[in-house]
């Protein structure tokens, strides 16, 4: 017997129908003798409609402003778990298994005061831990806790995968299954790449630099958590039949397991390519090479919760004057252009230019710590495709390019072919 969390996201709770086949899921894992929790998404489309509810209230009764409280925000927004919980709770019943949903603040999940986007600070799993072990499933509603003025905290987007990491980490889970519209990690986008590969064990660290990367399979603070915690974490397909043979394999089922490098035996170089699009290059023209430029830049923008990626800075011949290029998200080019407007006599700089429309492609890799020449032999593969570099970061297991975005996809398949990835 083993204690098992077991993570539902959106599309697999799209309907009553699928609902029901999470049902299976769960009695699947219930039937074996385990000890289960579940955290469950919003129904697929529900939050977004309920977003789009609180944005538009203050319009609707003519408001001189478009901002609302964040408080009511979280209050409205936490009701699309909190009703699939209670569906899915509904559903085991039905099957005769035990089980009872919980919000949130019910459990409790407790966070910090930064509604819509908390964090979750303590989670006291003595309750739950003492019902699991009297045979009853608890269905927790993700994405929610309870902040410290006694209020509902949502954890931002994405966030029920976050629950469901923490959750296991405070029910000292064997296993966290992550079951979602995709049956594991692969070595790149599949609908770029058919040859990509399902990935049997991929290291945290990896799937953290392919998470911040542009891979949409996990959010990137569950993979941050479930790496602090060393929670095994299962990612694996909710439309795979819930009795196939092998579904209810405990130490080998389908998918893709997140764990220590350690339990990887054989680490390859390079585990698989992530590619992000809509970046945006800004450069600044001649300014003077002094200590504080660089906080002069970045600190402005940093408050301004503009995301500063790739950096790259070039010396004159002389010494005296420097270009610094820095990427950011496309849709926050505008704002990033005005915030460097009005620091402009304190940056000290000539002129400012921006590009949009480009690319990051990244190889990722624990192998890369020990093996020399992977850049190299990336730079070499691209070039010989025509395709023009514009910057460059590295570190211990990434390599991270910037190209122009048109050719986001020969270059993901060239990287995906260079390093032997398409071979089974």
Not at 60 to 66: I, L, M, Q, R, T
Not at 73 to 78: G, I, K, L, Q, S
Not at 147 to 175: E, F, Y
Not at 264 to 287: C, P
Request: hydrophobic share 45%; with cysteine; charged share 25%.
């Amino acid at each position: 017997m083993a204690r098992i969390v077991m993570k539902f996201g959106g599309t697999s709770v799209a309907d009553l129908d699928r609902i029901k086949n999470v049902a299976r899921h769960v009695k699947r894992e219930v039937d074996a003798g385990h000890e289960v929790a579940v955290v469950v998404s919003a129904m697929s489309g529900k939050t977004n409609e309920l977003v789009g509810w609180v944005q538009n209230m203050p319009k609707v009764v003519g408001a001189n402003s478009p901002f609302y409280d964040a408080r009511e925000y979280d209050a409205v927004v936490a009701s699309g778990e909190q009703v699939t919980a209670g569906l899915l709770a509904i559903a085991l019943q039905a099957m005769d298994i035990n089980a009872r949903s919980w919000q949130g603040w019910q459990i409790a999940i407790r966070t910090d005061n930064a509604h819509g986007a908390a964090r979750i600070q303590e989670i006291d799993g003595a309750d739950i831990v003492n019902r699991m072990g009297e045979g009853q499933v608890a269905v927790i509603a993700g994405f929610q806790g309870i902040g410290p003025d006694n209020r509902i905290a949502t954890l931002g987007r994405g966030g029920s995968d976050t629950s469901a990491v923490a959750v296991a980490a405070a029910l000292k889970a064997d296993r966290c299954d992550i079951y979602t519209d995709v049956d594991g990690v692969y070595t790149t986008d599949p609908r770029i790449v058919p040859q990509a590969r399902r990935l049997k064990k991929i290291a945290f660290e990896e799937m953290l630099e392919m998470a911040s990367l542009g891979a949409k399979v996990l959010q990137v603070r569950s993979v941050e958590l479930a790496m602090v915690h060393k929670v095994r974490t299962f990612v694996r397909s909710s439309f795979e039949d819930p009795d196939a043979p092998g579904m209810g394999d405990f130490l080998n089922p389908p998918g893709t397991l997140i764990c220590d490098e350690d339990e990887i035996v054989e680490q390859e170089v390079v585990t698989g390519i992530a590619y992000a699009k809509d970046e945006a290059q800004i450069s600044l023209r001649r300014l003077a090479d002094r200590p504080g430029v660089s906080a002069a830049i970045f600190g402005p923008l940093a408050e301004s919760h503009i995301n500063v990626d790739m950096i790259v800075q070039n010396i004159s011949e002389d010494g005296s004057k420097t270009d610094m290029t820095f990427t950011v998200p496309s849709g926050d080019v505008d704002k990033a252009i005005k915030v460097l407007g009005e620091n402009k006599e304190k940056i000290g700089y000539d002129v400012v230019q921006n590009e949009s429309g480009l690319v990051k492609v990244s190889v990722i890799g624990i192998g890369m710590r020990s093996h020399a020449g992977v850049a190299a032999t990336a730079f070499k593969a691209l070039a010989d495709k025509g395709i023009n570099i514009k910057a460059i970061t590295t570190s211990e297991i990434k390599i991270s390019i910037l190209i122009d975005g048109p050719y986001a996809e020969l270059a993901v398949r060239t990287l995906h072919s260079c390093y032997g990835l398409d071979k089974n």
